[in-house]
């Protein structure tokens, strides 16, 4: 699922953020309140959402993968708790407490450490299955209800729109430029 690929973006930027506090670099406050309005909005509240009301669903009617499921359902809700901690602890950094930026630091790198073993299980074990389970015409018709939904509530943009404000976020923090992360060869 293409969302993942917008989780990883705003991953990078917990990433980022997570190591400001150690560094006494000033925290972009709104940047990092809008990336949380992203996580919950598009991550949480539509592509979650999905997987818990279509996807999930299947599986523990299959009796195929249940264990992996009730995990992925337990992340999903630790995952919007952290979301609730991460914008609180944004408010209260404001002040520019030393022990809050610790405290949201931390929670970016819980919310980090978390989600990316979740997506890779989901993109590599949940995601294939789910093929089998629905079969062809179930699977496409899942597609096509998935993409109207995305439409509903992010307008004619979708996806792409979600995509161009994270990169607007990445360019101010300054993560935008892709080459920076090549290592300088020999």
Do not use: C, W
């Not at 299947?58 to 991460?86: C, M, N, P, Y």
């Not at 496409?140 to 992010?154: A, D, I, P, V």
């Amino acid at each position: 699922m293409r969302e993942h690929g917008v989780l990883n973006r705003i991953l990078l930027i917990h990433d980022e953020n997570a190591s400001r506090p150690d560094t006494r670099e000033p925290l972009p406050l709104d940047a990092l309140a809008k990336g949380a309005d992203i996580i919950r909005r598009f991550i949480e509240e539509y592509h979650e959402k999905l997987e818990e009301d279509f996807v999930f669903p299947r599986f523990e009617k299959a009796s195929k993968l249940v264990d992996l499921v009730s995990t992925l359902r337990r992340q999903h809700a630790a995952g919007r708790s952290l979301t609730d901690a991460i914008s609180r602890l944004i408010a209260s950094v404001a002040a520019t407490k030393d022990d809050d930026r610790r405290k949201l630091a931390e929670a970016l790198r819980s919310f980090a450490h978390m989600y990316r073993p979740h997506e890779a299980r989901e993109d590599t074990v949940l995601f294939p299955a789910l093929r089998a389970i629905v079969g062809k015409n179930e699977f496409r018709e899942l597609g096509e209800q998935f993409e109207k939904k995305e439409h509903q509530l992010f307008g004619k943009e979708g996806f792409e729109g979600i995509v161009e404000q994270v990169a607007k976020l990445e360019q101010s923090f300054g993560l935008y430029d892709l080459s920076q992360f090549t290592p300088a060869s020999g």
